[in-house]
Each structure stands twice: as C-alpha cells, then as structure tokens.
C-alpha cells in the first residue's frame, strides 16, 4: 500500500492545520493507522493513532486537547487537525498504517508515508 502525506506549511505559534495521509487502497477500514513526527536533531516520536474501527485513538501527552485525529473512508483519507500550533510542534510529520489488519492497538507500523513539513513560528 502506498501512503501519501500533505497539507504541511509555514505558520504562527497558535494557528491550526490540518494534514492529510491518503492511501491507494481501502486499508483503514481493516488497519489501524497513526501519525509520527520527526524534528532535526531528534528521534521519531508518536503522536497519534486510530483504531481500525475509529472509535478508539491515543495521543502523546504534549498534543492532548490540541490535536485530534479523523477519517474520511470513501476518500481512503486519514486527517490530522493541529490547534494551538507550538514552535515546538515543528517536525517533517508521517502517517503510518498497522502491519497487521484489524487490530488495536497497534504493535507494529508496516507502510509510512514520505512526509510532510510543519514550519511553525513565534
């Protein structure tokens, strides 16, 4: 399967966007998916997930209450909403899916996306 990201940009510290990871098949309806950022000179870190089902997700602490996860399945299309934007939150961000198909949570991530930049500025 192929994942592709997009909707990153420049911004303020408290704007919001939204990014997009779009697949080119219908795997999130059978694999749960997440998004991962990275920031230069730092480890990948999680963010976010849903469950297959979406009615289940988890968050890293430092984007609780900010960020929020969603899907559009018709459109094979997972969403990250990102409020109250940090200089902090700046990284190249990544959607991954499950290795393994209905499960929850997810162990092992298998097809990542190429990424997509987050500038965000004081």
């Known amino acids: 399967v192929q994942l592709v990201d997009s909707g990153g940009g420049s911004v303020q510290a408290g704007d919001s966007l939204r990014l997009s990871c779009t697949a080119n098949?219908?795997?999130?309806?059978?694999?749960?998916m997440g998004w991962f950022r990275q920031a230069p000179g730092k480890e990948r870190e999680f963010v976010i997930a849903i469950s297959w089902t979406g009615s289940s997700t988890t968050y890293a602490d430092s984007v609780k209450r900010r960020f929020t996860i969603s899907r559009d399945l018709a459109k094979n299309t997972v969403y990250l909403q990102m409020n109250t934007l940090k200089p902090e939150d700046a990284a190249v961000y990544y959607c991954a899916v499950d290795r393994s198909p209905l499960t929850w949570p997810i162990k092992n991530y298998g097809s990542w996306g190429q990424g997509t930049q987050v500038t965000v500025s004081s």
């Open positions: 098949d219908r795997i999130f309806r059978t694999d749960s």
